[in-house]
């Protein structure tokens, strides 16, 4: 069984934000996605799932943390 599989759209021209776009759980049978619409350039998201994405990925991100693990980022 994987680690959970978090996708993040990044806006750059939005002062670097993030927002989970997308989450699977191995063993749950757990897949959900944020973004269900998309039309003409405009994305609609599912409010609920994302609050509770942004929620999971920041008790992740704690976690993560607290084992020793750090953000690395790179600039190109």
């Known amino acids: 069984m994987r680690d959970p599989e978090m996708v993040y759209n990044v806006h750059l021209d939005l002062h670097r934000t993030t927002f989970p776009a ?3 759980q191995d063993g749950t049978f757990a897949r959900e996605d944020t973004v269900f619409f998309e039309k003409n350039g405009k994305k609609l998201y599912h409010p609920k ?3 509770s994405l942004k929620s999971f ?3 992740w991100a704690a976690n993560l943390r607290a084992q020793g693990h750090t953000l690395v980022t790179e600039e190109k």
Do not use: D, I
Request: net charge positive.
């Open 22 to 24: 997308y989450f699977r």
């Open 57 to 59: 990925s920041r008790t």
């Open 49 to 51: 799932m994302l609050k």
